[in-house]
């Protein structure tokens, strides 16, 4: 459980604090942000944070706790029964703690900045309608978490099941976070974890609370479609 706090935190930290430089709106734009004023180079920015960081926590703390850092990991390995419900429940109330923890050290790194301004700026919060690239509604929304978080969880059980990828299982699961958040950024922002949107929309209220539902339930159901499939495709003994 202190592992799953752990990671979630920094993954929120690290990975959302990019998303918040590359996409918030600072008072004052700082040019030695990088990116500039493009959307793309925005996108790739993020999805590789948030897969770098997976991928390095994986190696880090995944002969502990598996390094799931995500509740619908978590439900994807207890319908897989690669875990307890009892273990499950445990890893669920770390890793939304986590989520807070680290939204809260990242917006009180941020707010040192005079140029910080948490409602305009933000946290890497996901949003549908008004808060989406496309305007996508909340069921677009909801669709494609499923999808996105199914794909990514069913990635992540075979990569480490008896057939797995051995050594390279972080970089597989990295690199497949990564082209989960090129997608999902423009749609949503990209969630497929709900430790790491409710962190953020915790502290910054408003929209992103409001809308943090869909971020919830859809990637939880997403990683019960992924065990699901993936037992029917690999079997029961896996």
Not at 135 to 140: E, K, L, N, V
Not at 182 to 193: K, Q
Not at 213 to 227: C, D, E, K, S, T
Request: overall charge positive; glycine content about 14%.
């Amino acid at each position: 459980m202190a592992a799953e706090l752990f990671g979630t935190a920094v993954l929120v930290y690290f990975a959302c604090g990019v998303a918040t430089l590359t996409f918030g709106k600072f008072h004052h734009p700082l040019p030695i942000l990088g990116t500039g004023m493009s959307a793309s180079a925005g996108i790739v920015a993020t999805s590789l944070a948030f897969g770098l960081v997976l991928m390095g926590l994986i190696y880090a703390i995944g002969s502990i706790s598996g390094c799931h850092v995500n509740p619908a990991v978590t439900i994807g390995a207890l319908i897989a029964k690669r875990i307890t419900l009892t273990d499950a429940i445990g890893y669920w109330i770390a890793q939304f703690i986590g989520g807070i923890v680290g939204a809260g050290l990242l917006w009180f790194t941020f707010k040192q900045s005079p140029n910080y301004i948490r409602k305009s700026t933000g946290l890497g919060a996901d949003g549908y309608g008004v808060h989406s690239m496309i305007h996508i509604s909340a069921g677009g929304a909801f669709l494609a978490e499923v999808i996105m978080t199914a794909i990514f969880v069913f990635v992540i059980l075979a990569a480490t099941g008896k057939a797995g990828a051995g050594l390279v299982t972080g970089l597989v699961i990295g690199l497949t976070l990564t082209l989960v958040h090129l997608f999902g950024i423009s749609v949503d922002g990209t969630s497929v974890n709900p430790a790491r949107s409710f962190g953020p929309a915790l502290l910054l209220g408003g929209d992103a609370l409001k809308q943090v539902w869909v971020f919830i339930v859809a990637p939880l159901v997403g990683g019960a479609v992924a065990a699901v499939t993936y037992r029917f495709l690999h079997g029961t003994n896996d």
